[in-house]
């Protein structure tokens, strides 16, 4: 038996994999037919709906865009908001996260970070408000984990995270991709080891940077596209990324899964563009919208669990 000790010094370790073909009631997963049709998050206001009585992890992942939050226990997350991480600079994001944790009892944080100068504007939120000073996930901090890559300090905390979780709940081998900013590919092998990855643009970013160096083409809102052949500007625009960004996925994960050498691989997928993209991505068998949040909930364990 295992014994969670809240707040201890207790000596590190791994925490074993729960991998399963089913996601089940508490897994951060959802089956792809599914959850494609989840929205965005956005931020909604008000406190997490935690009960007042439960001590909770705060977990954190600061991404180039958005900042995702959420409140977790021992067995899951329980709530998860974002903000827009240009508001940490101005004070904005840290006064909206003090509201959004409200009452609730924090035990402890975990941060991920990819933007730097961000990381310790976050780091004196948590200390000001609640006293707390976060574990920080980066290579030297992974538990659980495997990693076999030769700078493993320049692996992105949100790429760590993916791995972890995906490593835990489905074993190995597994390729994360997480559609955000950039669309990244991260994969765990037959050993259980973290052993490199893809990075493409994302596909708001494709078609921002379309917008931004031509002067006739307009910025389009993402979403599906009923035929392939564009009857406006706006259209053919569309039906490239709805129908070609999907390719450039497939692509990737073929290669990757032809250089594993492996029969089957399993494909998960998470980040914004994920419920919008997994209806046409027949390898997507799982999407994870909370999986790097889930990462970050079983690091903070494997550093405060010890055996009886």
Known sequence: MRRVRYGSRAASQSFPSQASSDPGVDSPCEPAAVTARLQRQTWSG?????????RML???????????????????????????TRQWAEGAAADQLRSWVGTTHLEGAVVASVVPHVTGQVQLALQRHWGIDPLQLHAGTVRGLVIDYPRPETIGADRLANAIAARHHFGAPVVVVD????????????????????????????????????ALLPRVQLRSCEQVVGRSTEEAMLAGAWYGYPGLVEAIVREIQGQLGVPHLRVVATGGDAALLAGRLRLIETVCPDLTLEGLRLTWLAHHVSGD
């Open 46 to 54: 008000g406190e997490a709906p935690v009960a007042e009585d439960l």
């Open 58 to 84: 705060l977990l954190i992942d600061i991404g180039n865009t958005r900042t995702h939050v959420g409140l977790a226990d021992i067995q899951r997350v329980h709530a998860r908001e974002s903000l827009p």
């Open 179 to 214: 559609f955000g900013t950039a669309v990244t590919f991260d994969i765990v092998d037959g050993r259980g080891c973290y052993v490199g990855g893809v990075i493409a643009p994302g596909l708001a970013a494709m078609t921002d940077y379309l917008h931004e160096r031509t």
